[in-house]
């Protein structure tokens, strides 16, 4: 079965600081990944996704993803941390129905002025 | 331009009433889900949507739960019996045909079973 760990519970950056969220999932083929960002009080947001092509895959907001297979990982980085990115951020594969997602539990970001 | 809708925001009740909530997605989106948040967790998918297939419901949790679609527009999901453990943020979204394409998740209903 499909699944998703991100390791990490919280995370607290200082703004400006650079970002890496983990993120590591179990999935016997080729996966469909996904990165979701959720503000408070506001609906998940897609931040970015990889299908298949160029493992380096570049987001919104200036956030990257990088695809590894060889570690099943799919981490979310960003070089420069603003303020507005505290928020919660949830890590996605799609299952054997391509169109279920399943999440990991989320990695809450906290930005330290 | 509106985005996916949802209502209530915010739903308290009792144990043991039923509950019904609301997801408007957007205009002309074919595949609707309804997922489940509970604290500090991520999203359980429940049930989804697409058209006029039978709905994929290998998400719902007991048979107090049960949703509904008409068309491609509205849908409901419904608790009946409600108990503490249902307590949750309840997340809708939809997207146009094609497994790849993007959800667009709503604000959620966050509800409270006493």
């Known amino acids: 079965a499909q699944s998703v760990t991100q390791p990490d519970i919280h995370i607290t950056v200082s703004e400006g600081a650079s970002l890496e969220l983990r993120c590591n999932y179990s999935?016997?083929?080729?996966?469909?990944l996904f990165w979701y960002v959720q503000s408070p009080g506001q609906g998940l947001q897609l931040l970015l996704k990889?299908?298949?092509?160029?493992?380096l895959v570049q987001g919104i907001k200036g956030f990257e993803a990088e695809f590894k297979r060889s570690q099943s990982s799919f981490n979310l980085r960003k070089p420069s941390v603003h303020w507005s990115d505290a928020a919660e951020y949830f890590c996605?594969?799609?299952?054997?129905?391509?169109?279920?997602?399943?999440f990991g539990s989320g990695t809450r970001l906290l930005v330290r002025p | 331009g509106a985005g996916v809708s949802q209502s209530p925001s915010n739903k308290v009740t009792e144990k043991g009433k039923d509950v019904e909530l609301r997801c408007d997605p957007i205009?002309?989106?074919?595949?609707l889900y309804w997922y489940r948040q509970r604290l500090g967790q991520g999203l359980e998918f429940l049930i989804y949507?697409?058209?006029?297939?039978?709905?994929?419901k290998s998400g719902l949790p007991s048979d107090r739960f049960s949703a509904e679609r008409t068309g491609e527009s509205v849908s409901t999901l419904t608790i009946q019996r409600t108990q503490q453990e249902d307590s949750a943020v309840y997340l809708c979204?939809?997207?146009?045909?094609?497994?790849?394409?993007?959800?667009?998740f709503g604000p959620g209903t966050r509800l409270t079973v006493l």
């Open positions: 979204a939809s997207r146009t045909s094609g497994p790849r394409n993007e959800q667009f």
């Open positions: 999935y016997g083929a080729t996966p469909y």
């Open positions: 990889y299908f298949s092509g160029d493992t």
């Open positions: 205009s002309g989106h074919t595949a």
């Open positions: 949507f697409q058209g006029n297939s039978a709905p994929d």
């Open positions: 996605a594969v799609a299952g054997d129905s391509s169109y279920k997602l399943i």
